[in-house]
């Protein structure tokens, strides 16, 4: 596992980081949205996503038959890390998830239909997947679809679908097969989100970001929209959910703000002394350096892994995923320890260390370790897949 880019792959991230540096813009770069600066919408954010479908920057690994250039994946991993950085809008859902997974197994009108637009920044995409009943245990989803003439129709209920309220598609799991299974009996579809019969219903969350349940009542979805096999949704998820802990939850975040807390530290003082001669301080600090640096070893694994081509890694993808949205919690709450009672005033204010990034950004981290499969479903997958114990231990 080679850790240094080659001389192609840093020159791509120096012009990737030149351009950024030429086209920043305050309104859509804003480093107090944390990792979630994908999950807003605005005019500028959708012109902003233009200006990279212009450069021809979306979908580089797809093959060049459906528009992509075929190059490796990590020159997605260097841009998006560098996006992330810079706080931008990052790829996202469509060409991360939804785009790679029609690649593989969407119809010939699904692939037309949809990748175009993808890759010129013309669509937005929500993921149903949780339910009142089925959060991170996706195999457990009741939305009801019921098979019609030229279709199906749909009825239940999705939650934390974040993006829905500004969405143009619905990319839904549903049960279509009740007798099979749980595991056999799930479908995707692809679902306009002007449909009448969806309703969606926002909810504030603890960090900075909006979520959003939906309801459906009597949605008809033709049978064109039905993604891949039918039964085979689970699995198609499983793929998509591996993309998404990837995707979705950079590392970037996590480095800006270790750094800040390092550069704080050196010039902070507590009852007149220098923190950094507080010797828990500086071991806190080490730490949290250290796992940094093993966070960037983890996500380096995953794009050796990933470029050998095939299923997305399952395992390393969890292990990145469990790994680093911890640590990105984690960062926050030592260094809301280590300012003492001013961290906790709220974001913003001039008496808060650092204007209270870490309080923001510690209610921000609380949506990372559920978001794309919670903590615990992570430890299971490495204990099974990885360790090989027992599924009931």
Known sequence: MDFDLSPEEQKFSDEVEQWLVEHHDPVVMDHHRENFSQLSDT????????????????????????????????????????????????????????????????????????????????VEFA?????????????????????????????????????AHFADWYW??????????????????????DH?????????????????????EDVFVPDDYLVGERGRGFHMISEALDLERFTMFTLSPITNRTDLLVDWVKQAKRDGKPLKDDPQTRKTIANIA???????ALSTRFICAAMKGGKPPTIQSSQYKLFTTTLSQRVCDEALDISSAAGTIREGQELAPLLGRFEGAYRATMNETVGGGASEIQKNIIARRHLGLPKNF
């Open 43 to 122: 005019p500028e954010r959708r012109a902003f996503m233009k200006k990279l479908a212009d450069k021809g920057w979306l979908g580089m690994s797809w093959p060049k038959e459906y528009g992509g250039q075929e190059i490796e994946g990590v020159y997605e991993f260097i841009l998006n890390e560098a996006l992330s950085k810079h706080a931008a809008p990052q790829i996202g859902k469509g060409v991360g998830i939804i785009g790679k997974t029609l690649i593989r197994h969407g119809s010939d009108k699904l692939k037309q239909e949809f990748l175009p637009k993808i890759l010129t920044a013309d």
């Open 127 to 163: 993921v149903g997947y949780s339910e009142p009943q089925a959060g991170s245990d996706a195999a457990n989803m009741q939305l009801k679809a019921e098979k019609v003439e030229g279709g199906w129709k749909l009825n239940g209920q999705k939650m934390w679908t974040t993006s």
């Open 172 to 193: 839904v799991g549903a049960r279509t097969d009740p007798d099979k299974k749980k595991h056999d009996g799930l479908s995707l579809f692809l679902i306009p989100m």
């Open 196 to 216: 009448p019969g969806l309703e969606v219903q926002s909810l504030p969350t603890i960090g900075k970001d909006t979520t959003n349940q939906v309801f459906f």
């Open 290 to 296: 250290t796992d940094t640096a093993v966070a960037k």
